[in-house]
């Protein structure tokens, strides 16, 4: 039996605890796919995952809108963020380019 990756997008996860390192705050409006954005992009899949293994904690919006969730990084997040930023910048160029492109 196949089991589906724990992280579906590598790259996107790296990129959007890159960006919750560096203070952004990540917006979810809906349900939909694309509902979550961070720092104006899109983010399709990493969000369960940052949900699940507790990476990310809620923040009240500025709006104050009852459809728009925030959540900036946890004390975890923050010390996972940093580890995984750091690997990820040690691999080399080609393989973080194949991930990019593969997934």
Request: proline fraction near 8%.
């Amino acid at each position: 039996m196949l089991h589906a990756p724990i992280i579906p997008d590598r790259a996107e996860f790296i990129d959007v605890l890159g960006l919750l390192r560096r203070g952004h705050v990540l917006v979810q409006n809906g349900e939909g796919a694309g509902s979550c954005a961070v720092s104006g992009a899109p983010v399709y899949h990493s969000v369960p995952t940052l949900l699940q293994y507790g990476l990310l904690d809620p923040v009240q919006p500025a709006d104050r809108r009852s459809t728009t969730r925030c959540w900036k990084l946890s004390p975890r997040g923050r010390h996972f963020a940093e580890r995984a930023c750091r690997e990820w910048r040690r691999k080399p160029m080609l393989e973080r380019l194949a991930v990019r492109l593969i997934g």
